[in-house]
């Protein structure tokens, strides 16, 4: 019986016709004309300078404009590493972004840490910021960004304006963990060849 | 060998250690930490010697735990084109301190911050001596001593939380980077372009 209900209740707040159409409108045109907003800190930033010229150019992708300020932003793109002190400015900026707002986390570096397993990087910029879609490479080749993107479009016109939850950015505590302590504790685990390093020295 | 360690030896005695050369060629004195700043001084501004230039401050730990740390003061003297490393010898079971150098070289501060944020060790006589790559706030320790573990000394949401914690802007203000101090030290046209600056009001400025 309550599975009974359960669908009742998804029945009641999934789209009507006319708000079906509303989305499709919406989504194909948000997703058509990305502005992204690139925070790049190492070699990424390298290759996101190569996607968004000439040769491969992400124009052709709606992102004509990019904009260096996070107010006139919808795509935050982290191209490399994350350093602790750097933890509080992405936050800052992913803040500063006026809703409807992705994140692209581009490249090893700020998708796991990458090969900075130490004291002083993030591992993995989904434990300050919430996460769309992740690059993998080191660095990813351009071709990996636009294919990134082109993942960015899809999952942006799956989305329902009705969908609350994708707009909730509310930090969990007063202190702005995004995530509940053991859980960034288990993002961060090492894995890969960090296995064999040990906490103590 | 380079003759400046000769002529250590004769002006400060036994406060002057062994000295070797470097596979490189360059020669390594080791000085006594309480004459550290003389035997700087005298380096510097004697006539004949003239190390004008520290090219780099920084201070290394062994592996073998008996060892002490050492802070080694790399220095040139562009009048003569001659090298000299100075070691000091400190031992982390008495006391991590030495004199400052920043009064012989400005450039020493920044280096000796560094070494100070780095190692802990402390620099008597250093005019602002905070750290410089990590936070102000930052609470785990000196992150290039032996005994600091690879991923801090804490669990990873703590160092999330601290981090997000320290306020972005209280690192990166005109401040930081001296230039409101240095104001009066620079050059006319530099200091009417900054007088039409975004700034507006220079602290000194008439």
Redesign the interface.
Same mark, same amino acid.
């Given at each position: 019986m309550k599975h009974v209900a359960q669908t009742r209740e998804v029945a009641g707040q999934s789209p009507n016709w006319l708000l079906a159409r509303l989305d499709d409108l919406i989504n194909w045109s948000r997703a058509n004309s990305l502005w992204p907003m690139p925070f790049g800190t190492a070699c990424c930033a390298i290759e996101f300078m190569a996607t968004a010229a000439s040769r491969f150019d992400f124009a052709r992708f709606g992102m004509e404009r990019q904009a260096f300020s996070p107010r006139q932003a919808d795509v935050l793109i982290c191209a490399g590493r994350l350093p602790?002190?750097?933890?509080? @400015?992405i936050?800052?900026v992913y803040d500063q972004m006026p809703q409807p707002k992705w994140v692209i986390s581009m490249g090893a570096c700020a998708s796991t840490g990458g090969i900075f397993?130490?004291?002083?990087m @993030?591992?993995g910029i989904d434990? +300050?910021v919430p996460v769309d879609v992740y690059v993998p490479g080191c660095p990813p080749r351009p071709e990996g960004l636009l294919y990134g993107v082109l993942l960015l479009h899809k999952k942006i016109k799956g989305e329902s304006l009705g969908d609350r939850a994708l707009r909730d950015e509310h930090p969990l505590d007063e202190?702005?963990?995004r995530l509940p302590?053991?859980q +960034?504790?288990e +993002?961060?685990e090492?894995f890969g060849n960090s296995v064999h390093?040990?906490?103590?020295? | 060998m380079n003759p400046s360690v000769d002529a250590l030896r004769a002006t400060f005695g036994t406060a002057i250690g062994r000295a070797t050369v470097a596979r490189d060629g360059e020669t390594v004195v080791s000085v006594g930490a309480e004459r550290l700043r003389d035997a700087c001084q005298w380096l510097r501004d004697t006539p004949g010697q003239q190390y004008d230039y520290l090219v780099d401050l920084t201070a290394v730990e062994y592996r073998d735990r008996e060892r002490p740390l050492e802070v080694v003061y790399f220095l040139r003297s562009l009048e003569r084109r001659a090298d000299l490393r100075v070691k000091v010898e400190l031992d982390p079971a008495v006391d991590l301190a030495v004199d400052s150098v920043v009064s012989l070289w400005a450039g020493a501060n920044w280096l000796e911050r560094e070494v100070y944020d780095m190692f802990g060790i402390t620099f008597r006589g250093h005019p602002d001596l905070r750290r410089i790559?990590?936070?102000e706030t930052y609470a785990?320790g000196y992150?290039l001593r032996?005994?600091?573990?690879?991923?801090?000394r804490f669990?990873? #949401?703590?160092?999330?939380?601290?981090?997000? #914690? #320290?306020?972005?802007e209280a690192?990166y203000s005109l401040e930081e980077l001296s230039i409101a101090d240095a104001y009066q030290e620079l050059p006319p046209d530099m200091k009417e372009r900054l007088r039409n600056g975004e700034r507006g009001d220079l602290p000194n400025s008439e």
């Open positions: 602790f002190k750097l933890a509080p @400015v936050r800052r397993d130490n004291y002083a @993030v591992q434990t +300050i202190t702005g963990l302590p053991d +960034i504790d +993002i961060s090492p390093q040990f906490r103590s020295a | 790559l990590m936070w785990e992150p032996k005994e600091f573990p690879l991923r801090g669990s990873r #949401a703590e160092q999330v939380r601290q981090a997000l #914690a #320290a306020n972005p690192h």
